[in-house]
């Protein structure tokens, strides 16, 4: 299955809006635990965090490297690829934060 750069930028901005929100609100959350009200639920949001957006860039990059994502007319693959990977390095900053966020928040 093919898909349109456009229709993959549209999907991507909706899921990065969402999760940038669950991640707040997770971040919200973790700041009111104690050891008393911590959860194995949040441990799975730790792993979540840990692992997914890693996944994620993995599988973007792959998916328009082998051509699942239709790049936009003119564009040419390797130019677009690097930018594709600079916006997973600034990103997985902001994941990194979030991470470590959650992580410090973490009642222990």
Do not use: Q
């Amino acid at each position: 299955m093919k898909v349109s750069y456009r229709s993959y930028f549209w999907f991507r901005f909706i899921l990065g809006g969402s999760l940038l929100i669950y991640a707040v609100c997770t971040i919200i959350r973790f700041s009111a635990l104690t050891l008393e009200t911590k959860e194995i639920f949040h441990i799975y949001e730790i792993v979540f965090w840990t692992l997914g957006p890693p996944a994620w860039f993995f599988v973007e990059y792959y998916l328009m490297d082998n051509g699942t994502i239709i790049l936009p007319p003119g564009e040419k693959k390797d130019k677009f690829l690097a930018e594709a990977k600079n916006y997973a390095d600034t990103a997985s900053k902001i994941w990194a934060a979030v991470l470590a966020v959650l992580v410090f928040m973490y009642p222990k």
